[in-house]
C-alpha cells in the first residue's frame, strides 16, 4: 500500500453558476438513465447506478431528477446513447482520454476532434494512449472522516490497493472487480463517499511549465464543457498555483 501517489486528480470546476449546474445535471442525469437501462434500476443490484446516484448527490442534484432519470430508463421512448471513448495528445505531449455519451456519433466525434485541433493538440486512434493508463475504481472521501491512518488501515481491510490522502481528501484504489465490495466496506465505517467510479488513472505523469499546462487545463475544459463528455483524464502534473490560478 502506497501512501504517495504521482497521480495528480485535477478536479475541474464543474460550474456552478445555473447554466453550467444545469449542464451538469443534464450529464449526471444521463449516465444514470443509461446506468438503469442497461442493469437493474435498483442501486443496491446494480453497481454503475450505485456509482452515479453518488456522483449526482456529491452535486446536490435533487432526488426528484434522479429518481426522474431512473424512471426514464424504463420507458419504451428513452434515448438510445453510445458509449465511446476517444484517445489523444494535447499541448506538451500530454496524453487525454475522453470518455462520452452519445445519440450522435458523428457529431461528437467531428466536436471532439475540433476541440483537440483548436487547442493544440491531435486526436489519434482507440488504444494509441491507453495503454499509459490503468483501469481502476476509486473511492473519494472528505478528508475529515477520517484520518489518513485509519482510512489507510480500514481500506487494507476492505481489500483496496492503494490510498492516497491530502489536502483534498482521501483517494482509495482497487481494482474494477472489487470496487463494490471495497466501497460498501468503507461505507460501513464512513458513511456514503463522495465518489465510487471506475477511472483512467495515469501510470507515470508529465510535468509541464505553467505555459502548457494552461493550455492543458483549457482543453480539458473545452472537452468537459461538450454535452456528451462525461469524464476527460490527462496523464499530466501541473503545479498547484495554476490549478488554483485557473479555479479562481
Known amino acids: 500500500m502506497a501512501g504517495h501517489s504521482q497521480f495528480k486528480n485535477i478536479m475541474h470546476r464543474k460550474g456552478r453558476k445555473d447554466a453550467a449546474r444545469s449542464k451538469l445535471f443534464g450529464k449526471l442525469a444521463r449516465e444514470i438513465t443509461v446506468a438503469a437501462k442497461l442493469g437493474l434500476p435498483d442501486p443496491a443490484m446494480n453497481p454503475r447506478l450505485r456509482a452515479a446516484i453518488i456522483a449526482a448527490r456529491a452535486e446536490n442534484m435533487p432526488k426528484d431528477n434522479i429518481e426522474r ?10 434515448d438510445s446513447y453510445d458509449e465511446i471513448r476517444y484517445e489523444g495528445y494535447g499541448p506538451g505531449g500530454v496524453a487525454v482520454i475522453v470518455e462520452v ?3 450522435n456519433r458523428n457529431r461528437t466525434a467531428s ?6 485541433t483548436k487547442s493544440g493538440g491531435n486526436l489519434a486512434e482507440t488504444g494509441a494512449v491507453s495503454f499509459m ?5 476509486v473511492v473519494e472521501f472528505d478528508g475529515k472522516v477520517a484520518t489518513p491512518d485509519q ?3 480500514a481500506a487494507i ?4 490497493d492503494d490510498v492516497v490522502s491530502g489536502a ?3 483517494e482509495i484504489y482497487a481494482s474494477p472487480e472489487s470496487l463494490r465490495d471495497v466501497a460498501k466496506s468503507l461505507e460501513a465505517k464512513f458513511g456514503e463517499p463522495r465518489k465510487a467510479a471506475l477511472a483512467w488513472k495515469p501510470q507515470n505523469t508529465i510535468a509541464v511549465d505553467d505555459e502548457q499546462g494552461e493550455k492543458v487545463l483549457r ?11 462525461q469524464n476527460v483524464y490527462a496523464n499530466v502534473e501541473i503545479s498547484d498555483a495554476l490549478v488554483a490560478k485557473m479555479s479562481a
Do not use: W, Y
Open 151 to 153: 482510512m489507510l488501515e
Open 157 to 160: 481491510e476492505a481489500g483496496a
Open 219 to 229: 482543453l480539458m475544459e473545452s472537452l468537459e464543457d461538450h454535452d456528451d463528455v
Open 133 to 137: 493508463f490503468d483501469r481502476v475504481g
Open 168 to 170: 483534498g481528501g482521501h
Open 101 to 103: 455519451l452519445t445519440d
Open 111 to 116: 466536436d471532439v476532434r475540433s476541440v483537440f
Open 69 to 78: 432519470a431512473i424512471k426514464k430508463s424504463q420507458g419504451g421512448d428513452a
